[in-house]
Structures are given as C-alpha cells and as structure tokens.
C-alpha cells in the first residue's frame, strides 16, 4: 500500500528552527508537496520538490532525497503565526495526490 | 479575488437526508477536486474533475456523487447522509494540464455533521 509517515506533533520555542520530516512510500512518485494548514482553515500551498536537493523560499526550505523516501520542511526564525498543521503530500505514478495526516506544529514563546 | 467558495460553511443534517455541498471557482482551472478531512487521518480524495463534463472517483466514493457541467461549479452529493460522512469537505481546484496534478487551491471548507 501507499503510505506518508510525518510525526503527529512537534513543539518548538520561537525565534527557533524547527525541522519536519516526512517519509513516504508510494507506486512512483512525481512530486512532493508541502502545504500548511491554519486550525479551522484550509491548506495552504508552500513548496514542491521533484528533483533531489533544497529548495529555499524564505524562512521557509524543503528539502528532498527520492532513493530515501524523504523529505523534510524546515522553518527557520520560527514566529508565533507558524503555529499549524504541516501536511506532506506525495504526486504517484497515477499522478494522484497521497497525503500524510500531517504535523501540529506548536511555537512557544 | 474570491478563488474558491464553498457552501454552506457548516451544517447539521438528518441520517437518511439528501445534501449537497457547492463548490465555485473563478480561476477558470481546468481541474476540481473534493477532499474529505478528519481528525488522525491525511486528506482522502472522493471525486475528481480534469475538465468539465467529466468527473472519476477518488479514493473514498462510495455514498457521494459529483457533477461538473461546467467549468467554474463541483457540487458534491451526499444521497442519502450516514454519521460516517460526518467530516470537514474541501473542495479544490488546479490549472495543471489535465490529469496532472499542480499546486491546489483550496476552499474554506464545508463542517458537515451527520445525526
């Protein structure tokens, strides 16, 4: 079957980074995104990587190893508006999105 | 900008009843999708459009339907509503070519809960 593993929730201290890690197996695979997603809002699109490596937008950087199944979102300068759910989501062969259940991110002052 | 409206923004609806949730977007996107949400589990596709006049099935489909008769509306049926479907709806949409799938835009989202 297809699976995304990300962890359930994560609490980090502002002005901090805070990296998110997202593992995945898929039948093949064509993306990988990472939305965020406000409580009670609706997602949000912040990065797509296809080809291995960082991509950097910001404070925001998303990095990608296809042989691994992996993938990780990092947040730097962490603000209290960070506060959020982070979702990871796989493009497979089929071009279908498979989504991770998604990260709670607590920022602490 | 509106992007993507949704209603209604929540409802509570008899076991047995007839709903439909309405989706319109103004970006002209060839490609519409509807989401169901709940809490533990990541988000699970029920109907897709790539173009109007055609729709597919998701992962989840069974006890809902869809239309798309035109570009812009995606309404979602629930024929007859079971307490299973009680969930948050998110309809949204992409410009990606046909079958596949780019950078989505979500609505706000439908609270629908199933008595």
């Known amino acids: 079957g297809q699976n995304i593993d990300q962890p359930t929730e994560m609490t980090a201290t502002e002005g901090a980074i805070v990296q998110i890690n997202c593992t995945y197996q898929t039948s093949g695979f064509n993306g990988l995104f990472w939305y965020q997603q406000h409580a009670g809002e609706a997602p949000t699109f912040l990065s797509y990587?296809?080809l291995d490596g960082l991509e950097e937008k910001g404070r925001f950087s998303s990095f990608l190893s296809r042989s691994k199944g992996y993938s990780y979102l990092l947040l730097k300068e962490l603000q209290m508006k960070d506060s959020a759910s982070y979702l990871c989501a796989v493009l497979d062969s089929n071009y279908q999105l498979i989504w991770g259940a998604g990260t709670k991110l607590i920022i602490k002052p | 900008i509106a992007g993507i409206t949704q209603a209604p923004t929540s409802q509570i609806l008899a076991a047995g009843r007839r709903m439909t949730l309405r989706c319109t977007q103004d970006m002209r996107h060839n490609a519409m999708y509807w989401y169901r949400q709940d809490l533990g589990l990541g988000l699970r596709l029920i109907h897709y459009?790539?173009?109007?006049?055609?729709?597919g099935k998701g992962e989840v489909p069974d006890g809902y339907s869809v239309s798309r008769a035109n570009t812009d509306d995606f309404p979602l049926t629930l024929a007859s509503a079971v307490p299973s479907q009680t969930s948050v709806y998110f309809c949204a949409s992409s410009d990606a070519p046909s079958g596949n799938t780019g950078e989505l835009f979500f609505g706000e989202g439908s609270r629908l809960t199933v008595l």
């Open positions: 459009s790539n173009t109007a006049g055609t729709t």
């Open positions: 990587n296809v």
